[in-house]
Structures are given as structure tokens and as C-alpha cells.
């Protein structure tokens, strides 16, 4: 909570100076941005931008809840010209309460692929976060793995953890569940992975994969990055990563679950021009390495290469379900969650 607040304190510092005229202030162009995205992942991003164009950003950095509440709250008014969150849960979310403009641009239709972007524009995916299995690689072969439905099965009885219902990226996938194998399918499978908890779901990724590697399971479902984070600090963790539902006939073969981080230009935006050179510019060159090289994300862009420490896993089918679908089904995932006892 202290935490918090002091961060709340540090945003409210960063932006307290702007649109007024101090004299400490640039007199050159500004972009204000609210940001999900912790200060580390972003801040190197913008100042790369700045070094290739001049516009300094200014920026607040919350959760996705808070930031969404922010500016609607201030409207009009909002000094923010684009929002940067991740999850198509989130983005979707703001898209429907009407915060973000629709804008197109041939860069951007250019450089990501149309299911990891808004149909009308709103939002743009600028990097990929693939949710997969992982498994103890001492107590699990690659061969008895097959695809996340088949996790609700006997033979993964009181071997299996995950992550709280209540994290939008299970929320998302549980969604694309429901896209794929239809409403009670979902129900089935869900309610089969809550059967095979070896323990109560865990607050975040980490502590599935170190439970994994402590022995209190053998299977888990993570973003790939928190791994390759890991992995970093300890090549030697007995954790692997299997691609899921990458084989098979119909839904079983339908690739793995791909989410995004993304960014939107606010309808408040009073700098809509400098906004979409840097939401055109996330998506290119510089800003997609970036995001692959600082947090071990994907690119959207295909032109520019995954870091090496995750080329290691290998290419993977992504399931090509859009991403707005996962936003629009939110509510329904959290229900069936919720119905069978998923906390
Ligand atoms: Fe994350």
C-alpha cells in the first residue's frame, strides 16, 4: 500500500508541472502519456523516441484500473494523449468507455497484423505476450503435453498451478477458451484445471514457476517473459516451455494464446498529429526492439526478430483469434470462473 501511494505521489509530481508555463519547462513539442507499463520497460522507449524527434514525453504510470478511471473522470479536460496498458482486456475496456479516438494510418495497418489491433482503430498491440505451459522438465516428458484443455485432465491430478482468476490475463485466456470450444467446453475445462490444483492459485507468474521448480507441481500456465526473466538469472532452472495447441485437428490445433501490451491516442488529445508519429513509431524499428530486448516480449512487427535468449524456444503457431473478441467475452470468463470455483 505505501508502495502505492508513494507511486501514486511520484505520478502526480511528473505531471503536476504540465500546461503550465514554468520556466523550467521545454518550450519544443510534448506527448503526455498514461502508462500501465512500470517506469523500466517505458522510459528507455521514450527517450529513444525523443533523441529521433524532439517531442519530449511526460508521463504516469498506475495500474491499467486507476489510469482508465483517470481519464474519464477528466475528459476533455484530461492533458493525456495516449493511453499505453497491456492486456486486449484492458484496452478493449477503455475503447468502450469511450476514451480512446479511432485513428488509422497505413504504417500501423502495415506493421501489425489485424487480429492484435482494434477494428476501428482504437487500439494497436505494439508487443505480443504469448501465455503457455510450463513444466518441470525432471518430472514431465514434452510428449504427455498437448494443449491447454488437456490440462484438465486425470492424469494432471494434483499437479497443476496457476495464477489467481482475478489477474485479466487469465481472464483473456479463459476468453479465448470460450471463442474456441464454445461456452460449456470451457466450463469443462476450466472446472477440470480448478479440480487439479496441487495448491490454491498464486498471485502472480513467478510463484507458478517457482512452485513448479520448488516441486509443489509439475505443470502451470505463464507469459513467456516471466521464464525468460528467470532463465536469465538461472539458465539452469529446471522449467521448460511447451507451445500449446499447436497440433491436431479444428480448436486443438488452433496455436497459442497470444495477448498484447497496447497503446491508444485519447479522444482528449490536443497533440493528435505528434501522437500518431509516436504510436506510429512503437510499431517500427527501434521501439519493437526495444520491447522485445527489455522485457523478452514479442514484436508485432515480423520485420524485426525476437532477443536471442527467446529464440531458444522456437517459432510457435498464435491462435488468430482477435483480440477484441477476449476483450469482449471479459465478463463472461470471470463468470464461469467464478462458477466453478476458480479463485
Ligand atoms: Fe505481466
Redesign the pocket.
Known amino acids: 500500500m505505501m508502495r502505492k501511494i508513494a507511486l501514486i505521489i511520484a505520478a502526480t509530481i511528473v505531471l503536476g508541472a504540465c500546461g503550465k508555463s514554468e520556466p523550467s519547462q521545454p518550450d519544443g513539442p510534448e506527448l503526455v502519456i498514461y502508462s500501465s507499463r512500470i517506469e523500466q520497460l517505458i522510459k528507455p522507449i521514450f527517450d529513444d523516441f525523443t533523441k529521433e524527434t524532439g517531442i519530449t514525453i511526460r508521463y504516469v504510470t498506475d495500474e491499467a484500473g486507476p489510469l482508465l478511471a483517470r481519464l474519464k473522470a477528466e475528459g476533455e479536460n484530461s492533458p493525456a494523449d495516449m493511453l499505453i496498458t497491456?492486456d486486449a482486456g484492458n484496452l478493449w475496456h477503455a475503447a468502450d468507455m469511450g476514451i480512446l479516438a479511432p485513428v488509422k494510418s497505413e504504417v500501423l495497418n502495415t506493421n501489425i497484423p489485424p487480429a492484435l489491433r482494434d477494428e476501428q482503430g482504437r487500439w494497436y498491440g505494439v508487443s505480443i505476450?504469448a501465455r503457455t505451459i510450463v513444466y518441470a522438465t525432471d518430472r514431465v516428458k514434452p510428449e504427455e503435453l498437448a494443449g491447454y484443455e488437456d490440462l484438465a485432465g486425470p492424469q494432471w491430478n494434483g499437479r497443476l498451478c496457476l495464477r489467481t482468476s482475478k489477474k485479466v490475463?487469465n481472464q483473456s485466456l479463459v476468453a479465448s477458451l470460450i471463442v474456441a470450444l464454445g461456452a460449456e467446453k470451457a466450463e469443462e475445462v476450466v472446472s477440470g484445471w480448478v479440480n487439479n490444483l496441487a495448491v490454491s492459485p498464486f498471485a502472480n507468474?513467478v510463484k507458478v514457476v517457482e512452485a513448479i521448480d520448488a516441486g509443489q507441481c509439475d505443470v502451470g500456465l505463464v507469459?513467456t517473459?516471466?521464464l525468460a526473466r528467470m532463465l536469465e538469472e538461472n539458465p539452469d532452472l529446471p522449467v521448460g516451455l511447451f507451445w500449446a495447441n499447436q497440433t491436431g485437428e479444428g480448436a486443438a490445433g488452433r496455436g497459442v494464446h497470444v495477448n498484447i501490451s497496447g497503446a491508444g491516442i485519447t479522444k482528449a488529445s490536443k497533440h493528435k498529429e505528434n501522437a500518431m508519429r509516436l504510436l506510429e513509431w512503437l510499431s517500427g524499428p527501434t521501439a519493437q526492439y526495444d520491447f522485445a530486448h527489455l522485457n523478452q516480449e514479442y514484436p508485432v512487427n515480423d520485420k524485426t526478430a525476437p532477443s536471442e535468449l527467446i529464440e531458444q524456444w522456437g517459432r510457435f503457431r498464435a491462435d488468430t483469434m482477435p483480440l477484441s473478441e477476449a476483450g469482449r467475452l471479459q465478463g463472461d470468463a470471470i463468470r464461469l470462473m467464478d462458477r466453478v470455483g476458480y479463485r
Open positions: 497491456v505476450r490475463y507468474d507469459n517473459y516471466y
